[in-house]
């Protein structure tokens, strides 16, 4: 069961204009998610964070919003660039497994078109 | 000034055989992971070790072994390769050893190709 989707698998937005990737999860345990941002072979690296005990989290011209009572959070990108093409991945974390293994989303890939 | 490493980036192999893909991390982190990405992009853990100490298994075939012999490096050893192991497998560390709140930071991938 898919406990952390990303129901787009793609978004294509023109540069300068704002990119919002969503990601939906069931498990209310989750207390931390994380965004991940990937380009072709390569691993994936870490882009911004927020704890369930927020609903916002800015990082220069990165935002996630969170939505706890709808279990839904959100990544704003603005403005966009070319370079922002690549597969963004959510990632939650459940503070009852041990280690913080996290669990991720399928990625929705974004196009930034000049 | 590479954080996360893995060797090699690509393997191709026949079925049967037995391979490893080793991880470095110079973060000085506690925790490393193995996780999957399987044709369907999906990336799922397999493996977490703590100070050496294995910590997570999840549900995979025990032809699968970690190996961490200190904390900066943890190889992976396929026995008897079979065709669904073609996958990417990264590597990832993190700093702490609590549940929740850790960043993982994923090394470059293997790319395992069974034949």
């Known amino acids: 069961d898919q406990q952390v989707k990303q129901n787009s698998p793609s978004l294509s937005v023109q540069e300068g204009r704002i990119s919002i990737l969503n990601c939906d999860y069931t498990?209310?345990?989750?207390?931390?998610f994380l965004w991940y941002k990937k380009y072709p072979a390569e691993g994936p690296t870490f882009l911004i964070s927020i704890s369930s005990i927020k609903d916002k989290n800015e990082d220069g011209r990165f935002t996630v919003f969170l939505n706890k009572s709808a279990k839904h959070l959100s990544l704003h990108i603005v403005p966009s660039q070319p370079g922002d093409s690549a597969v963004y991945f959510c990632?939650?974390?459940?503070?009852?497994?041990?280690?913080?293994?996290?669990?991720f989303g399928k990625g929705t890939k974004l196009s930034v078109k000049p | 000034d590479t954080a996360v490493s893995q060797t090699p980036k690509y393997l191709v192999t026949q079925m049967g055989n037995d391979k490893s893909i080793k991880c470095e991390q110079n973060?000085?982190?506690?925790?490393m992971y193995w996780y999957k990405q399987d044709s369907k992009k999906f990336l799922k853990i397999m493996f977490s070790?703590?100070?050496?100490?294995?910590?997570i298994n999840e549900t995979v075939p025990n032809r699968f072994s970690p190996k961490s012999p200190d904390k900066a490096h943890l190889n992976l050893h396929i026995n008897s390769l079979e065709l669904g192991d073609s996958a990417v497998y990264f590597c990832?560390?993190?700093?702490?050893?609590?549940?929740?709140?850790?960043?993982?930071?994923f090394g470059p991938g293997t790319r395992l190709l069974v034949l």
């Open positions: 990632a939650a974390s459940d503070p009852r497994r041990s280690q913080g293994n996290l669990i």
């Open positions: 070790y703590n100070n050496k100490e294995l910590i």
């Open positions: 973060l000085g982190h506690d925790t």
């Open positions: 990832a560390s993190s700093q702490g050893t609590t549940g929740s709140g850790e960043t993982q930071y």
């Open positions: 498990n209310s345990m989750f207390d931390y």
